[in-house]
């Protein structure tokens, strides 16, 4: 199985940071990544898929990048909003895997 | 607008199974895969499957082979997920997920919570 490792685990940011989040994968898996935004309580939410592409109504402060094994999830200018667990997740093969998550705290 | 609407919560005891459902509306329901994802209190996303409901075609991850069953129901435009042989460790939130045109999951059910307990 492909393991999925995203760093930092947890962050503390303030509104209007720029926050960049890692994530790894144990092998190539082309763009095949994406990144889900989760609240407490909440189902997750798509952000990115392909890498790079926002899904739609997603805002234009989210933005991914990368390709192979080395992704990030920059939020350009963290709001209130923003404050959440971030996963990223691979589903180039499968089993598909998840990261373990980013916790956004003030 | 896609929507997935989940059945509710459930308590089971240990050796028992689950069924919970997931309503499908908004979108040509057998023109996309649906997924299960679960997530234990506290802790990360797993991945459990997936289901094609036109044919029923499955895929599982390999520790949930022969404990759980996906099925659906295209008249109802409603797909199933059946776990089996419950224990305390499968005390979580389950997910269904619609895979969308880009093989990625752009929209989710609200999740069911499944205590297992005696």
């Known amino acids: 199985d492909i393991q999925m490792t995203q760093s930092p685990s947890s962050l503390s940011a303030s509104v209007g940071d720029r926050v960049t989040i890692t994530c790894r994968a144990s092998q190539g898996i082309r763009n095949y990544l994406a990144w889900f935004q989760q609240k407490p309580g909440k189902a997750p939410k798509s952000l990115i898929y392909s890498a790079s592409s926002l899904h739609n109504g997603v805002p234009s402060k989210f933005s991914g990048s990368g390709s192979g094994t080395d992704f990030t999830l920059t939020i350009s200018s963290l709001q209130p909003e923003d404050f959440a667990t971030y996963f990223c997740?691979?589903?180039?093969?499968?089993?598909?895997?998840f990261g373990g998550g980013t916790k956004v705290e003030i | 607008q896609v929507q997935l609407v989940q059945s509710g919560a459930e308590v089971k005891k240990p050796g028992a199974s689950v069924k919970v459902s997931c309503r499908a509306s908004?979108?040509?329901?057998?023109?996309?895969?649906i997924h299960w994802v679960r997530q234990a209190p506290g802790l990360g996303l797993e991945w459990m499957g997936i289901m094609n409901p036109s044919g029923g075609a499955t895929n599982f991850a390999r520790k949930f082979q022969g404990r759980v069953t996906l099925t659906s129901d295209t008249s109802t435009s409603t797909v199933y997920m059946e776990l089996r042989s419950l224990r305390s460790e499968d005390t979580a939130v389950y997910y269904c997920?619609?895979?969308?045109?880009?093989?990625?999951?752009?929209?989710w059910g609200q999740g069911t919570l499944v205590t297992v307990s005696s």
């Open positions: 908004g979108y040509t329901f057998n023109t996309y895969l």
């Open positions: 997740q691979q589903y180039n093969v499968y089993p598909i895997t």
């Open positions: 997920s619609r895979e969308g045109r880009n093989s990625e999951n752009d929209f």
